[in-house]
Each structure stands twice: as C-alpha cells, then as structure tokens.
C-alpha cells in the first residue's frame, strides 16, 4: 500500500494566460503524471492559485487543465488536501465537492513514524509582520466577504485581485529577509509544543534547517524552484523536480495547449 505524502506550495497558478504560465502548469501535470503511482496524499501548502474565489454563481474559468486533473488524482484513490495561503484563503463549495479537495483548516498536523509534523502556507506567522497580520483579520473577516460576494460583480473582483496581488509580491520581495527570524521563532514555538518538524510555504524560498533536534522545512515554490517535500515512513525530504528535461509528449501538450489557448483569446476580442 503506498503511503508516500508529497506537498508543494506557492504555484500562483494565474488568472491570466501566458507562455510560462501554460509551461509552468504542463510542468505541473508532469510532476502529477510521473508521481502520481507512489502518491497516497497531495497536500497544497497554500498559494496554489495567485487568486481563488467563488461568488454564487461563478468561479475564475483559468487552470481548469490543472483542476480536471486533480479531480482524477481524486478519483484514482489520492487524497488531495487544501490549506489555504494568502492569495486563495477563501476556497468554496466547488473545489471541494466538484474537485475533491479535503479542507483541513489553515494548518495540519500528521505523525510518520512517531515524528510529529505541523505544516501550514506561514502568512501571518511572523510576529514581526504587523502589518500583514492586521490586513489579514481585515481580509478574512466574514464581513468583508459577504461584501467582496455581494456586491462586486466576478469581472470586477478579478481585476481588483490582480492589482492585489501584484502589490502583495512587491510588499513580500521588500520584507522577506527581515521576517525569516520570525518563521524561526514561530517554529521554535511549536517545537516547544511538541512537533518535531515544521513545514511552512509562503516565502517562496525551500530551505531545510537543522533546529537543535527539530527541522523547519520551507517548501519553496512553483515558480523559480519547483520544489516539493515528501514524507514516507518517518523520512522527510526537500527535492526538486527536474523540469529542464521535458520530454517530447509533455513538449507536444505545452504547445497544443498554447495554441489552443491563442485561438481563444482571438475568439474573446472578436466576440468584444
């Protein structure tokens, strides 16, 4: 029986289309097509889509490539969980009951061979980012989203969420090195707490530093790295996938896709 967990963080799957944003997600599906027979669990760390929301009648129509895929991940007896991040806090009904995914709240506990592991995506951890902790209450409060649902129309929303997120990569650029002391301290906390091993995204930077007899792990990203971490039997790994070598069936996709996606945009602005 396999029991091998993979997770990954911070793909930022985009709501627009481009040449690396449809590399990076047949990338993606290779990763899941070459793993996908020693998968028991794929767990997304957070920040999988830049930008995720469900208003009541509509869902951003990008990466459905990746969601179909997923769905029969699910289908084929993998369990795919979602911890959100920053930029897709708010998942709804349809990731969960169309695709599959299992929601676990922000963070998530699991044990492999008696080591005791704490993961969640890491925005807001660091006591030291003030900021972003008081935007976080505001973003996330229940108040804001009957709003941002209620009265902003989807077309609206999704633009707004891009100036955000834009915005949201310059502020991370500016502070990542000031707050890495405090993804430390936040993993010291929970080391006191009984966990062996921390996992965090949300830095965009995979690093596995030795803590005394503990480890905190950032699982990097899908954007520069194309990481990922795997836990088998106690055994927790950091490793890379090797996306230079993409072979010709996977080459053959990209393109299909690339040009099936042109048609479609050509198709939208004759239609405009």
Known sequence: MKNKIFIVSDSHFSLFSSKFEIKKQDIFLSFLDKFEKEMNTLILLGDFFDFWYEWYHVIPKYNFHILYRLRRL?????????????????????????????????SYTIESNGIKIFLTH?????????????????????????MFRTFIPADLGIEIAKYVSKNSRKYRGNITGKI??????FAKRRFKEGCDCVILGHIHK???????????INSGDWITYFSYITIENGT???DYFDHQNIDDKLRSRLLSNLSLNIKKENLCQNQD
């Open 74 to 106: 699910k289908d084929n007896g993998v369990k795919v969980i979602f911890i959100p991040g920053n930029h897709d806090f708010n998942p709804g009904c349809y990731l969960q009951n169309s695709i599959g995914f299992e929601y676990v709240g922000d």
């Open 122 to 146: 890491g925005d807001g951890a660091a006591t030291n980012d003030k900021g972003y902790r008081f935007l976080k209450k505001i973003l996330r409060s229940k108040i804001t989203n009957f």
């Open 180 to 185: 890495n002391t405090g993804y430390i301290d």
């Open 206 to 216: 995979p690093m596995d530093l030795k803590i005394g007899d503990n480890r905190f």
């Open 236 to 238: 927790i790994k950091l």
